[in-house]
């Protein structure tokens, strides 16, 4: 009687079990895709066909790289997703698939160390180049110290150079090949990221289905790169930007008419916690932390008649016309140019280059897919890059066009005196500076000139501004500024002079910083 009991409740298991309904496979439409710097963000779209009650539905077709943790899934109609995930989704990739994983995960251990090797010969460099100097005592034998410390100096760091050469290349084999093994990896076993669905209707019927997700993406890749030139006319007056996005279809899916969106940003490295308000503490001696300065000196920027202003660019653009790309394939195409409208201003800084340079303002570039730099063309011909700073004043941006040599400038020291001051124990000095600015340009321009007069970082040398010839005198930094506007072919010239007192038993020296002129701003 038991054993018929058990018999009949084993046949009813088996039953129900082979009634169990089969997954309703659907693979959705790849529709949309939102390029991001480092991630891409794709939209699939599809309908699925559900009997009245619970169903499973395996979705297929998706990105190797998705990420369910940040997947999005969404029914039309009355269908309501139950649960995503389960033992059906867990399906052991192919030996094609498994075999490009395993030499995947091979190249990935390779590339970081190599990566460790490369950061050892560095650091190794840096204590090389740090210790060129001869350790206390060795005065007496220095001679035959220095010989052999540049011996051993000059033999290591060809050793490490050439390492450095030999590695590099191979970390370059490894992320490519690496590429090509995950695009292997992707297009081997698409049931690998298949995606199971728990999924219940009330009543039979086909509704929509959306799946929205990012791609993981290793750091050392990039989807797109926007790219600008800009090309300003002679005068400097009329500008136009033209704009590029370089592609890459990392996603591991063929793009067919997708409708593209470009964002001009990196994904996931905005911290978006909440700041907290530190106490605003003041102390006698501020060496030890890293602070805002002497309360009596403090500063902001901005001025009531012009503040400074936070412009934010717009960082996303929709391309007018679908896309297609297939996979791991690469192409540029063109962004909307768009002409603006520039104010030049001229630059000259005597003491450091006697060039000047010509920057222009220009407004109305929000909206701009701006990258971290451009290539600049003036007069129909390339004069260099040029960094872009989308940290505006007054909405305006700064773009430098490289130097103008039809505006001449010079500096000569017109006056060094030297001498006792007064019935006291200090020596005063005079200097007197000229500077002569000529235009060359058959229209009247403006130009900045830049100078300085030292300040004093000790209390016994003291420093007076005897004349500035009208220049604007920053009393913090000793920055001189003239705004000059000269007629077509007409030179003027500006005067400055200062004094210095100091102990006579004391030698005074200058603080000579080494200066490189890249791309100058007015302020």
């Known amino acids: 009687m038991r054993i018929r009991v058990l018999v009949s409740c084993l046949t009813l298991s088996i039953g129900a079990y082979a009634q169990t309904p089969a997954p309703i496979v659907v693979s959705p439409e790849l529709k949309a895709v939102t390029l991001y710097l480092n991630r891409a963000e794709l939209t699939q779209q599809g309908t699925v066909a559900l009997p009245a009650g619970t169903s499973t539905v395996r979705v297929r077709g998706l990105s190797n790289w998705a990420n369910q943790e940040n997947m999005e899934i969404r029914f039309g109609g009355e269908a309501e997703l139950m649960a995503v995930g389960g033992e059906a989704a867990d399906l052991p990739p192919g030996p094609i698939n498994r075999a490009a994983q395993d030499s995947l995960t091979r190249a990935a251990e390779e590339l970081e160390r190599v990566k460790a090797e490369l950061k050892a010969l560095e650091e190794e460099r840096t204590m090389w ?22 011996t051993l100096l000059r033999t290591r760091l060809v050793a490490i150079q050439l390492e450095t050469n030999k590695l590099t290349a191979q970390q370059t084999n490894l992320v490519n090949q690496m590429a090509l093994l995950g695009n292997r990896v992707g297009q081997a076993a698409k049931t690998s990221n298949d995606v199971v669905l728990t999924v219940r209707a009330a009543r039979a019927g086909t509704v929509p289905l959306t799946v929205r997700y990012f791609t993981e993406n290793p750091e050392r890749y990039r989807y797109w790169t926007p790219v600008l030139d800009i090309r300003a006319d002679d005068a400097a007056r009329k500008l136009n930007f033209v704009m590029r996005a370089q592609l890459h279809n990392r996603s591991f899916l063929d793009w067919q008419r997708v409708k593209l969106t470009l964002v001009n ?31 009596d000196e403090f500063r902001v920027k901005g001025t009531a008649t012009g503040r400074a202003a936070e412009v934010v660019q717009s960082t996303r653009y929709v391309v007018a016309e679908p896309l297609t790309l297939a996979s791991n394939r690469r192409r540029t195409i063109e962004l909307p140019s768009l002409p603006l409208q520039g104010t030049p201003e001229f630059l000259a800084l005597p003491k450091l280059s006697d060039k000047v340079f010509l920057q222009t303002k220009v407004t109305g570039w929000e909206g701009l897919q701006l990258p971290e730099e451009a290539k600049v063309y003036h007069r129909g011909a390339y004069v260099g890059d040029t960094k872009l700073e989308t940290r505006a004043y007054n909405d305006s941006l700064e773009v430098s066009l490289g130097f103008d040599d039809r505006i001449i400038v010079n500096r000569a020291k017109v006056e060094d005196l030297s001498g006792k001051a007064g019935l006291s124990n200090n020596r005063r000095v005079r200097l007197t500076y000229e500077l002569n600015v000529r235009n060359l340009h058959p229209e009247a321009v403006r130009v900045r000139v830049l100078d300085q007069v030292p300040i004093s970082e000790e209390k016994e040398i003291q420093v007076k501004v005897l004349d500035t010839s009208g220049a604007q005198l920053d009393a913090q930094t000793g920055k001189l500024t003239w705004i000059v506007p000269l007629a077509a072919n007409t030179n003027k010239k500006l005067r400055f002079s200062f004094e210095v007192e100091y102990p006579q038993d004391k030698p005074v020296e200058i603080i000579n910083h080494r200066v490189r002129i890249s791309s100058p701003k007015f302020r």
């Open 129 to 150: 180049l740090s210790n060129r100097t001869l350790p206390t005592g060795t005065q007496a034998s220095w001679s035959a110290e220095l010989q052999k410390g540049a």
């Open 265 to 295: 940003q990196t994904l996931g490295e905005e911290d978006v916690s909440r700041p907290e308000l530190a106490p605003w503490e003041l102390d006698f001696d501020g060496n030890d932390n890293v602070g805002e300065g002497r309360v």
